[in-house]
């Protein structure tokens, strides 16, 4: 319980405690641990109120509002995607969440988002890809080098133990920026002039494109047996990445399927086409790879667990690096029937300032 004088008060994490956050913990000890509540999380589906996310759709992009609760606690989280906000000098993705007390309904944490999707994007990505990677895989390539792409990276290589990537993305300063930003991390990287010269020896491609229509990233011809692909950037109706062929070849995982149906590549796909829930890969009753020449996908379209696993994990870190402020964000009067009685002792406070 907190402090009856502290209620009001809620920890609120910036954007710039959060980098401090990142940097104290260490990127990649932090994509480990946040890993842990993301798997923690999927391997306690059952308990979780599921929902696919509202969207609100504009000729541009989304605006998305993302729930769930596991009964003891509620999370939500306000996400957009206008991929044509990078050409004006702004995020394709900007976010920030919320989570509460499920007892009281009091808020406990509001956090930026933006920087911690990234994370939790990247996290989830990782820790599926270690049920469906092919075993000892090494290389990843990765087509779309925006603002997702570097965590990708130091996930796959905090969790998978990835050493080499290949990079490419239609705007070559896209590819130089990322390679520039992870030269410090310790990776072989491979610059690369096409989306299928990227995919040459790669047992994992991550897409990871911003463009609102359905695009074709990779063609069938690109994708060799025994290929993991985490297909990231085809989230939204009308927004893919990949070739139908390749989703005919594969064995598609997914998170959930009632909101990928709807975002996911799988919207290609007719509605009762057969598809793996992650959740029951993780807790062991449906494999995940059972050989080494199977061609796996991960329709990943981000789901309100994870961000739920990530505004748990933030709040746990609250107490051990005080990385945040307390915002006054709730009317909290000792009397709670006197709001309005509040509301009267400020005017009252404020009168005798100004006399
Ligand atoms: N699945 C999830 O959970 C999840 C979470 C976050 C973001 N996303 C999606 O990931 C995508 C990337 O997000 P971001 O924040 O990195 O966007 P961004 O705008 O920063 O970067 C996207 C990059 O893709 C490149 N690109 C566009 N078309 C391409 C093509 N045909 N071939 C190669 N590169 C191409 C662009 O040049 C750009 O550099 C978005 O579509 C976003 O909606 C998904």
């Known amino acids: 319980m907190r402090d009856r004088t502290t209620l009001n008060l809620v920890p609120f994490v910036s954007v710039d405690h959060m980098m401090k956050l990142v940097l104290k913990v260490g990127i990649e000890e932090f994509l480990k641990e ?10 306690r589906w059952e308990k979780f109120d599921k ?3 509202v969207a609100s759709h504009s000729h ?29 000098g702004l995020q394709t993705v900007a976010a920030f969440g919320m989570l509460s007390d499920v007892d009281t309904g009091y808020p ?15 996290a989830t ?12 895989a090494q290389t990843m390539a990765i087509i779309g080098n925006g603002a997702q792409s570097e965590f990708q990276a130091l996930a796959f290589k905090a969790l998978l133990g990835i050493k080499s990537l290949r990079l490419y993305d239609i705007d070559p300063s896209a590819t130089e920026k990322c390679k520039q930003n992870l030269a410090g991390f310790g990776f072989e990287i491979t610059t690369c002039t096409s989306a299928e010269d990227a995919a040459q020896g790669a047992q994992i491609i991550t ?51 009632p909101q990928t149906r709807i975002e996911g590549e799988i919207q290609q796909l007719d509605a009762d086409h057969p598809v793996i829930e992650m959740w029951q890969v993780m807790n062991g009753t449906v494999p995940g790879r059972r050989d080494q020449n199977q061609i ?39 009397e709670p029937r006197d709001l309005f009685g509040m509301l009267l002792r400020c005017e009252k406070k404020l009168a005798g300032e100004a006399a």
Request: proline share 4%; charged share 25%.
């Open 60 to 88: 541009d992009g989304v605006i998305e509002l993302m729930p769930t609760s596991d009964g003891a606690l509620y999370g939500f989280k306000y996400v957009n995607g206008h991929p044509k906000n990078m050409k004006d």
């Open 125 to 136: 990505s990782a820790v599926v890809a270690k049920y469906l990677a092919p075993e000892n």
């Open 296 to 334: 796996t996908l991960f329709d990943s379209v981000g789901f309100a667990t994870e961000d739920f696993s990530a505004l748990r994990y933030i709040h746990d870190k609250l107490k051990s690096t005080g990385l945040y402020e307390n915002l006054d964000l709730l009317a909290d009067p000792d």
């Open 34 to 43: 946040l890993s842990a509540y993301v798997e923690e999380d999927f391997l």
């Open 207 to 257: 897409t990871v494109t911003a463009d609102k229509q359905n695009a074709t990233i990779l063609t069938d011809n690109m994708i060799g047996s025994g290929i993991h692909i985490n297909g990231v950037g085809g989230d939204c109706p009308g927004k893919t990445e990949m070739h139908k062929d390749i989703l005919l070849r594969s064995d598609i995982f997914v998170e959930y399927p």
């Open 51 to 53: 929902t696919p996310r």
């Open 108 to 122: 406990m944490l509001l956090t930026e988002m933006t920087i911690l999707t990234a994370l939790r994007t990247a």
